[in-house]
């Protein structure tokens, strides 16, 4: 039992290490559009697009390439709208089927669009693993994924050295081999359960090692059986689930009330402000950087290039919310606390950081001062690490683990919904703003104060409850003294 032990935390390992390395290289490559835009204008795509117009001496002329930009404005729209929106389905297919099916269809749609580019010319469960850096986990491979952008950075780079856009695209659908072996062997063909059983396992068999899923742990929390205990008559009291106490008989909250509360409606509105905030700036970065740097194609690279370094920085910023949100974790509860209280606890401090590390990011991206855009990205990849490992972290922690693929689903696709915005809004920079997006940045920055609203709620909620707790403790305690003197 021993050697399979070790065996299954080997295994554990494996999986963290091997889905941070797919996180980095693959995820989130569509925020790394800047670079490829930056390649795709080199190789023509939409050239036609471009117009030469008269200068203001009549003699001169220069290249309008804003109708150019508007329709690579417009790709990112839809590829970073279809990212987030196809996340419910997504998250419908992971509760109903599990981890396998959703992968293989995931590394289906993952090689048909690289091949598609190519020819031309986008975890969290991993977190149950490790319950005391549960939420460190979640923020990790989200920081990861967001430092996936930095791809196209790469791809940018190799095409400054002779590197063919088609040839990059085919080495990353050959690197689908990586997915599906790593599906196939450390990764559960359902669920993993949270809390862990004890010497939980998946892949390649290890002995007896327990294999539950979501739905049996379910089925023994509720006093029942799983099927193999069934059919060899194991009684579910020797079955080794660590965590499960009174409070687990408890009825599960439906999908429905989930989506209906509060705290769901307030995280939705959090997250779609800020995304949309972060789409729009990077879906019109570049035109940005040409029109602050004189459309001096030198300087647009170098800025270009630094926009993408700092996304690498991703990961490495990530697991500081993570552990804004474990502080409290394995510490010992006050009477009457709940782990799920002492959790939202922490997170009312990560989303109040994040809400105004956006504002600050807003704030610098509306000064049209181009060596300020440095401070603009390091702004830009801090929050937007904090945002996606927040969100995803939060809707495990608030919310039943049964509905959590549905719930992460539901609402990145209402926040794409929501995204679809930054079209309009770059048609109106074009056209009634004269091309000064100015007017637009302010009143963003001034949206994204709605943003903090969630974690002044979330606080509010905590308090409320501790307040409530310390009155049942007075309560109690009170009665205990009056049955005792009416005993005398």
């Not at 549905?406 to 794409?416: D, E, I, P, R, T």
Request: hydrophobic share 45%; proline share 4%.
């Amino acid at each position: 039992m021993q050697g399979c032990e070790v065996s299954t935390r080997l295994r554990y390992r494996l999986t963290l290490a091997s889905g941070m390395l797919e996180c980095l290289c693959f995820a989130g490559v569509v925020f790394g559009f800047a670079s490829l835009m930056f390649v795709l204008k080199e190789d023509g795509y939409f050239s036609y697009l471009c117009a030469t117009v008269p200068g203001t001496n009549g003699t001169l002329t220069i290249t309008d390439c804003s109708g150019q930009d508007e329709q690579f404005s417009l790709v990112f729209t839809i590829a970073s709208f279809l990212n987030n929106f196809l996340c419910l389905v997504n998250g419908y297919l992971f509760d109903r089927f599990g981890t396998l099916v959703t992968r293989l269809v995931a590394i289906c749609l993952y090689t048909t669009g690289t091949l598609l580019v190519a020819f031309s010319s986008a975890v969290v469960k991993v977190a149950n693993l490790f319950a005391a850096h549960h939420s460190t986990v979640i923020t990790l491979y989200n920081g990861a994924f967001d430092s996936s952008a930095a791809v196209f950075f790469l791809i940018k780079v190799l095409h400054e050295q002779g590197v063919s856009l088609r040839s990059s695209f085919l080495v990353l659908s050959s690197c689908s081999i990586i997915h599906l072996l790593r599906t196939l062997l450390l990764m559960p063909r359902t669920h993993i359960p949270y809390p862990l059983p004890q010497y939980y396992t998946y892949g390649l068999d290890c002995g007896q090692a327990n294999t539950y899923n979501v739905e049996q742990l379910e089925r023994m929390r509720n006093g029942g059986m799983t099927d193999s205990q069934e059919t060899s008559g194991k009684d579910v009291s020797q079955a080794p689930v660590e965590g499960t106490d009174a409070q687990d008989s408890k009825p599960v909250e439906s999908f429905r009330s989930c989506v209906l509360s509060w705290f769901f409606m307030w995280h939705m509105m959090w997250l779609s402000i800020m995304q949309l905030r972060h789409y729009l700036f990077i879906g019109t970065l570049n035109p940005m950087l040409n029109r602050l740097a004189d459309n001096d194609p030198n300087l647009v690279s170098q800025y270009t290039n630094a926009f993408a370094m700092t996304q690498l920085c991703g990961v490495l910023c990530a697991p500081w919310n993570g552990l804004i949100m474990d502080r409290h974790k394995e510490k010992p509860l006050a009477p009457g606390e709940t782990e799920q209280e002492v959790d939202l606890r922490s997170s009312s401090l990560s989303l109040f950081l994040t809400s105004l590390q956006c504002l600050l990011f807003s704030v610098c991206a509306s000064v049209p001062f181009l060596p300020l855009q440095y401070l603009t990205f390091i702004l830009q990849v801090l929050n937007r690490s904090f945002l996606y490992g927040g969100n995803a972290a939060f809707i495990s922690m608030a919310f039943p683990a049964c509905h959590f693929g549905k719930l992460y689903g539901l609402v990145m696709s209402v926040s794409a919904v929501i995204s679809l915005l930054q079209y309009p809004c770059f048609a109106l920079v074009k056209g009634a703003l004269g091309g000064d997006p100015f007017f637009m940045d302010i009143a963003l920055t001034l949206v994204t104060l709605l943003a903090f609203i969630h974690p002044v709620y979330v606080y509010i909620y905590c308090k409320k409850l501790a307040h409530h707790r310390k009155d049942n403790t007075q309560t109690e305690v009170t009665n205990d003294f009056i049955m005792a003197e009416a005993k005398l």
